[in-house]
DNA sequence: ATCAGAACCTACCAGGTGGTCACTTTGTGA
DNA sequence: TCACAAAGTGACCACCTGGTAGGTTCTGAT
């Protein structure tokens, strides 16, 4: 069977990768329930029973889709070991990226809009999208607004990602109006945590950042 | 013809409210392209058929029931002239009935989210939408942070608005660990703006709650 | 060069979609 | 009471949906 799988791993990958794309980007554009077999196949050059060939279902298209940008963000990654500010700088450059990516950060106002209902196949996904990354950021709020009880970590840390979710819409609806990064770091300094500076990554700035990971996305 | 019309307005004026009662609720549940008009017909009473003699097509369905919630919330009749704190009270009041009605919150989750499709026959509506809630909100932001040019009032009241959006989500997932109103308000503090009671209308009690209003929704 | 298995297609299925049409039933103003 | 418009129906349309069955073509290790 050593064989079979090697066989496998070349052309069928491939396509494999194709419909995924394929997927992602119709998603994308109008959601899930949205968007046909038909549609996922004649995107990525196949029939639907192609598709269905390399996918049982539908769904499970869906869920290689969210795996694979999970990938990509690879925010897990950063690990909880990071330092609070780190997490932060990285966040608010995930911001600064997505308002060049409206690909991913459509996938994900569309999908999370529509994984609200409990029977949608994204929904377990959200929630534990949603747990892990304030489980990350609370700490690092409980660290950074240290002494000032006001907004407590919990709090803060809802309200940051509630932010940078509602931005995404507004920005989706007319990009050229809404600064999405300019919004997060007047809400940081409006918590008295100073932002970032503008452009880490490249020739001038201090900081000289991380490399650059082909895309990112929403938060 | 005003017999007709005289005629109209009795039987048929029920039925279409039914209709669009019943197109609201769904559109609530699953958003706008995943109901079918025989879904709407039959929480309606009618056949689907039936709907379409009342109105044109499904997308007129759609149109009716956002004209009717704006009616509900009537956040015009709220006027320019409205003073800016009374702004910002009844905006934080819409948020506490919000936590009542999750129907009038998913609709808008679902459908803003959709609507970012400018295919979307929402598209114009929540275009316009954002734009006058904004222009509501700039002001009274001027007026409440005066002297303050930390967050430019176009900025606050964008945030104002994206964080309420993105909190709906997060409580839409998972209700009893939200607490949208808590987050609102200390977002504004962090503004400097005091936040307003908890339950200025009706008596002091904790319970009874305001008066049975139908319902009310997202801003 | 062979040949097993992967890749992929055509054809089909039952069921759902928005919308139309010809028709019957019901309501209501005179 | 009656006539006529409004309300509502059932049958139908062409088309799309996810999924299956069975067959053919391709691929690549031996």
Same mark, same amino acid.
């Given at each position: #069977?050593?064989?079979?799988? =090697?066989? @496998? ?6 396509? @494999? ?11 994308? =554009? ?14 990525? +050059? ?26 990509? %963000? ?18 608010? @450059?995930?911001? %600064? ?5 409206? +690909? ?24 534990d =999208?949603y747990r892990s ?32 979710? +509602? ?12 600064? #999405? @990064? ?15 500076? =503008? ?21």
């Amino acid at each position: #069977m050593t064989d079979t799988e =090697r066989a @496998r791993s070349t052309k069928g990958e491939r396509t @494999r990768r194709r419909i995924i794309d394929a997927a992602g980007a119709l998603f994308a =554009r109008s959601g899930y329930r949205a968007v046909s077999l038909r549609d996922i196949a004649a995107r990525a +050059g196949l029939t639907h029973a192609g598709v269905l060939h390399h996918f049982p279902d539908k769904e499970a298209t869906l869920l290689h889709v969210l795996r694979r940008r999970d990938e990509i %963000d690879a925010l897990p990654v950063l690990g909880p070991g990071i330092g609070h500010r780190e997490l932060i700088d990285h966040l608010v @450059r995930i911001v %600064d990226r997505n308002s060049r990516t409206p +690909g991913a950060v459509a996938l994900y106002v569309h999908l999370s809009a529509e994984a609200t209902d409990p029977a949608h196949p994204a929904h377990p996904y959200f929630l534990d =999208r949603y747990r892990s990354l304030r489980a990350l950021l609370v700490p690092a709020f409980a660290a950074l607004l240290d002494g000032r009880p006001d907004p407590s970590p919990e709090t803060a840390a809802r309200q940051f990602i509630a932010l940078q979710d +509602g931005l995404q819409v507004q920005w989706l609806l007319d990009p050229d109006a809404v600064d #999405m @990064r300019a919004a997060v770091v007047a809400f940081l300094r409006s918590l008295g945590i100073a932002a970032p500076d =503008r452009h880490p990554p490249d020739a001038p700035a201090p900081t000289t950042g991380t490399a650059p990971t082909p895309d990112e996305r929403s938060v």
